[in-house]
C-alpha cells in the first residue's frame, strides 16, 4: 500500500532550524515528483516545495531563500531543510506526489515560537 510518513518536526524559536523527512512506499518513488506542503489552524493546505525526479526543485515565494528540499531516491525519502525559521511557518507539514497525489500520511508538527 502507498504510504507517506513524515518526521523530524518540533517546537524551535524564530530563526531556529529544523529538517523534516518523508518515507514513501508504495509506489515507484524514483520517477515521481515530490512536494512538501503545511498546513495551519484554519487555512487551507499550501504548496510550498517541489522537487522532480531529475531533482530540479522549485519554492512558494514564502520560503524561497530559507528552505531546501532534496531527496535520496536509495531509500524512498524526501527532506526539507528550514532554516531562519520565522512564527508563520507554524503548521503542519506533509510530503506527497507532485502529480496524482496519494492518501495523505499525518504529517509532522512544526512550531516556531517567536
Known amino acids: 500500500q502507498v504510504q507517506l510518513v513524515e518526521s523530524g518536526g518540533g517546537s524551535v524559536q524564530a530563526g531556529g532550524s529544523l529538517r523534516l523527512s518523508c518515507a514513501a512506499s508504495?509506489?515507484?518513488?524514483?520517477?515521481?515528483?515530490m512536494a512538501w506542503y503545511r498546513q495551519a489552524p484554519g487555512k487551507q493546505r499550501e504548496w510550498i516545495a517541489t522537487?522532480?525526479?531529475?531533482?530540479?526543485?522549485t519554492y512558494a515565494d514564502s520560503v524561497k531563500g530559507r528552505f531546501t528540499i532534496s531527496r535520496d531516491n536509495a531509500k524512498n525519502q524526501v527532506y526539507l531543510q528550514m532554516n531562519r525559521l520565522k512564527p508563520e511557518d507554524t503548521g503542519v507539514y506533509y510530503c506527497?506526489?507532485?502529480?496524482?497525489?496519494?492518501?495523505w500520511g499525518q504529517g509532522t508538527q512544526v512550531t516556531v515560537s517567536s
Open positions: 506527497n506526489r507532485e502529480y496524482s497525489q496519494v492518501a
Open positions: 508504495g509506489f515507484e518513488f524514483r520517477i515521481n515528483a
Open positions: 522537487i522532480f525526479s531529475a531533482s530540479s526543485t
